[in-house]
């Protein structure tokens, strides 16, 4: 399956640990939210970016016709997250393609140099293209299909 994931790596910050010293639950969703932000936004000129990245950043500047909005979030935490200086290893795929919306899928892993990875969570996010006007959902065009759909896979199958 690791064809069909765009891996983003993340660095921790001393502040997203909590007393217990690990990263604290809120801070993993700033944490996704950053992974998820790098792999769909387009970047500047000149920047390499993810083949994921189709959704324009003119949103982000306080324009354009279109936005994000999260529907659903969930996560699943199989360890502790410990701090370290080297990047987070945040894989993420599609796990459904619908007509106003995308499930991201996301597996947070130790940094990509150790020798043998560490899962510390999975979660999925819903995230739906609103018309920023109406806030009305709104379909996703076919450039943004084309380059998600090599990126589907299985959606997170959580233990519950």
């Not at 993340?10 to 939210?33: F, P, Q, Y």
């Not at 083949?51 to 306080?62: F, H, I, K, N, R």
Request: proline content about 7%.
């Amino acid at each position: 399956m690791s064809d069909t994931r765009v891996h983003i790596p993340i660095h921790l910050r001393w502040g997203d640990l909590d007393a217990l010293g690990h990263v604290n639950n809120t801070s993993m969703l700033k944490l996704l939210e950053e992974a998820r932000l790098r792999a769909f936004w387009s970047s500047e000129e000149g920047e390499a970016a993810p083949p994921t990245a189709v959704l324009d950043m003119s949103v982000l500047e306080g324009g354009g016709p279109r936005a994000t909005l999260i529907a659903r979030q969930e996560i699943e935490y199989l360890r502790p997250v410990p701090y370290g200086q080297r990047p987070l290893d945040v894989q993420m795929w599609i796990g459904k393609i619908g007509g106003s919306s995308i499930e991201v899928c996301y597996e947070v892993f130790s940094p990509i140099s150790d020798a043998e990875q560490v899962l510390y969570a999975r979660s999925s996010a819903v995230v739906v293209l609103v018309d920023t006007a109406s806030g009305r959902p709104t379909r996703l065009s076919d450039t943004e299909r084309a380059a998600w759909e090599p990126f589907l896979g299985a959606p997170i199958a959580y233990r519950r």
